[in-house]
């Protein structure tokens, strides 16, 4: 099994940045790919970044190409979301997610194995 704890969400004005966390442990993190999604009221939870085991390689979300960054630090078992360049459309709830698999290259949300409890971010315009 695997836990994930997330955090860093809360409320920013548009233009502004905000890091998410994400702090796993019940297994060996390094073993497993790790991604964001989120989903906004009404919507389908879509993929937002996702970074290979080893943090050798990521993929984004064209929405959010330039102004996220996700990273990994397997010391401490933690992932993070850099939002930058906040606009209004990224209010959601966003949530961190792990494949046991190593899907990190535009992942479908069932191939992802173990999820967090969300974390609520919202731009305000």
């Known amino acids: 099994q695997v836990q994930l704890v997330e955090s860093g969400g809360g409320l920013v004005q548009a233009g502004g940045s905000l890091r998410l966390s994400c702090a796993a442990s019940g297994r060996t993190f390094s073993s497993l790919a790790m991604g964001w999604f989120r989903q906004a009221p009404g919507k389908e939870r879509e993929f937002v970044a996702g970074i290979s085991r080893s943090g050798g390689n990521t993929d984004y979300a064209d929405s959010v190409k330039g102004r996220f960054t996700i990273s990994r630090d397997n010391a401490k078992n933690t992932v993070y979301l850099q939002m930058n360049s906040l606009k209004p459309e990224d209010t959601a709830v966003y949530y961190c997610?792990?494949?046991?698999?190593?899907?990190?290259?535009?992942?479908?949300?069932?191939?992802?194995?173990?999820w967090g409890q969300g974390t609520q971010v919202t731009v305000s315009s």
């Open positions: 997610a792990a494949s046991v698999a190593g899907s990190w290259y535009k992942p479908r949300v069932y191939e992802y194995d173990y």
